[in-house]
C-alpha cells in the first residue's frame, strides 16, 4: 500500500473538515503546499484569523482553506475516499444552543432549498468541484458546498456535509461527518467517508471552506470554533485515503502569537 509522510506547511480545512498538507515545492506560493506522490498532484492552502490569541482563555476564530487534487498526466485524478482530521487540543468546538440540521432534512434538496430549511445551523460555506468519465472524457462538474452543525452521534457533535451536482445528471450528497473528543495532542478527530460521485466514475478536484459562526445562546454571544495560543503553534494532523490504497499522512503548524 503506497504511502508518504508529509510534515510541515498547513491547510486547514473543515472540519471537515477537509485538510492537506506538505512539503513547499517550487511554485506553490507563500504559504502554501504543492505534493506529488505516486499519480496525484496536490495543492492546498489556508489560514485562520485573528492569528493573535489568548494564552489561555479561548477567543472566537474563523477559518479558511482550499485544496486541489490532479492526475499527472490529466484527466481524472484518483478518487479521495476517506479524510481524517485530528485538531489541537488549543481549539475548541462549541455547539451548545446551535440549531441543528438532520441529514436526512435535506438529502434530497437543493443548495438554495437546504440553506434556507436549515439556516440557523450553517456553520460554514464553499464549493467543490469533480471531474467525471464520460465516454472516454473527463466532464467536469460543480456545487456550492454547505456546512451544517448536524444532531449529536454517539454523544459526538457532527457536520453535515451538504452539496447538490446538477450536471451531467442531478446527485446530491449530504453528508454526516461525527466529530469524536480525543485524548493526548489533538482534541478532536473529524472523519469524512465520500460516497461514489456518478457511480464511481468521478472524483473531487476541488474544495474551498470558510468556517465559522457566532451566536447568541443563554443570553451569551458564542463561537462555532474558539482557539487559544498556549504554545505558539496550533497543530493538524491528516490522514487521507485514495481509491487506488495511496495513503496521505502528516502534522502540520501553524504559527499564532500569544497574549
Known amino acids: ?3 508518504v509522510r508529509l510534515i510541515s506547511a498547513l491547510f486547514w ?10 512539503p513547499l515545492a517550487p511554485g506553490a506560493g507563500a504559504g502554501g503546499a504543492l505534493v506529488a506522490v505516486n499519480s496525484l498532484v496536490l495543492r492546498a492552502d489556508g489560514g485562520f484569523e485573528p492569528h493573535t490569541l489568548p494564552r489561555r482563555k ?4 474563523d477559518f479558511q482553506g482550499h485544496f486541489d487534487i490532479a492526475a499527472k498526466g490529466g484527466g481524472r485524478p484518483v478518487a479521495l475516499e476517506q479524510a481524517a482530521i485530528d485538531f489541537d487540543r488549543d481549539g475548541r468546538l462549541g455547539v451548545a444552543g446551535l440549531p441543528t440540521c438532520p441529514a436526512e432534512r435535506i438529502a434530497a434538496a437543493g443548495t438554495a432549498e437546504a440553506r434556507r430549511v436549515c439556516a440557523g445551523a450553517i456553520v460554514g460555506t464553499g464549493g467543490i468541484e469533480a471531474l467525471i468519465d464520460l465516454a472516454g472524457s473527463a466532464v467536469g462538474t460543480s456545487s ?3 456546512l451544517f452543525n448536524g444532531p449529536r452521534l454517539n454523544g459526538n457533535p457532527t457536520v453535515i456535509v451538504h452539496a447538490h ?6 446527485q446530491t450528497f449530504a453528508i454526516v461527518v461525527p466529530i469524536e473528543r480525543r485524548r493526548g495532542g489533538f482534541r478532536y478527530r ?5 460516497p461514489p460521485i456518478a457511480g464511481g466514475l468521478g472524483a473531487v478536484t476541488h474544495v474551498d471552506v470558510d468556517v465559522g459562526r457566532r451566536f447568541s445562546a443563554g443570553g451569551q454571544r458564542r463561537s462555532y470554533v474558539s482557539a487559544h495560543c498556549s504554545d505558539g503553534v496550533l ?5 487521507f485515503t485514495f481509491a487506488d490504497g495511496t495513503i496521505i499522512d502528516g502534522s ?3 504559527a499564532c502569537t500569544p497574549r
Open 144 to 146: 456550492p458546498l454547505t
Open 165 to 170: 451536482f446538477t450536471a451531467p445528471a442531478t
Open 235 to 239: 497543530r493538524t494532523h491528516g490522514r
Open 13 to 22: 480545512a473543515a472540519l471537515v473538515c477537509f485538510a492537506l498538507a506538505g
Open 252 to 254: 502540520v503548524e501553524k
Open 190 to 194: 473529524a472523519t469524512l467517508d465520500l
Open 58 to 61: 479561548f477567543a472566537p476564530i
Open 1 to 3: 500500500m503506497p504511502r
